[in-house]
């Protein structure tokens, strides 16, 4: 595999525009998060789905941001409008859960979001 | 309210032991403890985890106390390629959590 596989990995608009942030899983992987990373607040989990199943979203900063999972092979984050203070970035990582072994996530190589 | 408390800091010799420690005070008795690293512009790597026993891996060794409100990671001979972000991470389920991590430079 592949790994997980994130999509594009640099962006760049205009405030009020739409973004959309993408992410292909490990294939068999059952959970698949979002973070966003910055200097000042580090690494935040931002929303977590359980088999494309959306579990945990109150880490999402605002309404202007919204994950959605139709398929256990694909996920976007979308923020609309954009603003400034978006800037970061954007990393996705799925795992396999394992009651025996307690599995480990899998991060992407992230995409580094600028919003000028 | 962390979970753990790790030194912002620290720095090593090249091909010297790096030894990280990670306080857990408040660990529950089926929370692990896992430890990622994040090398500059990459994403998150998982080290190594444990949840009593101390662990071994062909990156690291992980040893936890007996008590385990604490643990170390042990890099055993540092290359500047283990520069890096190394977060210590304390939990029972599948969702990493993760706070400011040591921050440990390798140098020549």
């Known amino acids: 595999d592949a790994g997980v596989i994130q999509s594009p990995r640099h962006e760049v608009t205009e405030m009020g525009q739409e973004v959309t942030l993408r992410c292909k899983p490990i294939?068999?992987?059952?959970?698949l998060f979002w973070y966003r990373q910055t200097m000042m607040r580090g690494l935040e989990l931002l929303i977590y789905?359980?088999?494309?199943?959306?579990?945990?979203d109150s880490g999402m900063p605002e309404d202007r941001f919204s994950a959605k999972m139709p398929n256990a092979s694909f996920s976007t984050l979308k923020i609309q409008p954009s603003e400034p203070r978006d800037s970061a970035v954007y990393f996705c990582?799925?795992?396999?859960?394992?009651?025996?072994?307690?599995?480990?996530?899998?991060f992407g190589q992230g995409t580094r979001l600028t919003v000028v | 309210d962390a979970k753990t408390t790790q030194p912002t800091s620290m720095d090593c010799a090249e091909g010297r032991a790096a030894n990280l420690p990670c306080n857990h005070s408040?660990?529950?008795?089926?929370?692990?403890v896992y430890w990622y690293r994040q090398i500059h512009s990459q994403g998150p790597q998982y080290i190594i985890h444990?949840?009593?026993n101390n662990e071994t891996n062909e990156m690291a060794s992980l040893i936890i106390t007996e008590d385990r409100k604490s643990s170390t990671l042990i890099l055993p001979h540092a290359t500047l390629r283990d520069t890096a972000v190394y977060y210590c991470?304390?939990?029972?389920?599948?969702?990493?959590?993760f706070g400011r991590g040591t921050s440990l430079i390798v140098h020549p």
């Open positions: 990582a799925s795992s396999l859960a394992d009651l025996v072994l307690n599995t480990e996530a899998f």
């Open positions: 294939s068999g992987h059952d959970y």
């Open positions: 789905f359980n088999n494309n199943v959306p579990i945990d």
């Open positions: 408040t660990i529950s008795g089926n929370e692990y």
């Open positions: 444990g949840l009593k």
């Open positions: 991470i304390v939990e029972l389920s599948y969702i990493p959590t």
